[in-house]
């Protein structure tokens, strides 16, 4: 059964910087892609990253770029999302999850989350 646990989110002012973590257990964590996804206050979920299993590629939405970076380290079976420069529009929930070729989530139960609020 997999496992995906988030940490790292919190309150934090405009302008400041965030690194979540994603532990994961129960797959074969080196063979798939992974993605950050967010949930914001009465929007539907986006993938806001992702990363290739061997990290040799990455992907970011167009609000984000230059500003979030998706890192992986397949020893310890997890992945990082470092967020600088956040803004109140990055107020969101933020999941990950093993990615489809498609880029959609390859699994159907998620983690509970981490909660990142910008707000002065």
């Known amino acids: 059964q997999e496992k995906l646990v988030e940490s790292g989110g919190g309150l934090v002012q405009p302008g400041g910087s965030l690194k979540l973590s994603c532990a994961t257990s129960?797959?074969?964590?080196?063979?798939?892609?992974m993605g950050w996804f967010r949930r914001a206050p009465g929007k539907a979920s986006e993938l806001v990253a992702a990363?290739?299993?061997?990290?040799?590629?990455?992907y970011y939405i167009d609000a984000v770029k230059g500003r979030f970076t998706i890192s992986r380290d397949n020893a310890k079976n997890t992945v990082y999302l470092e967020m600088n420069n956040l803004k109140p529009e990055d107020t969101a929930v933020y999941y990950c999850?093993?990615?489809?070729?498609?880029?959609?989530?390859?699994?159907?139960?998620w983690g509970r989350g981490t909660r990142v609020t910008v707000s002065s």
């Open positions: 129960g797959f074969n964590f080196d063979i798939y892609a």
């Open positions: 999850n093993a990615l489809l070729s498609s880029g959609s989530p390859l699994f159907g139960s």
């Open positions: 990363i290739s299993s061997n990290a040799d590629n990455s």
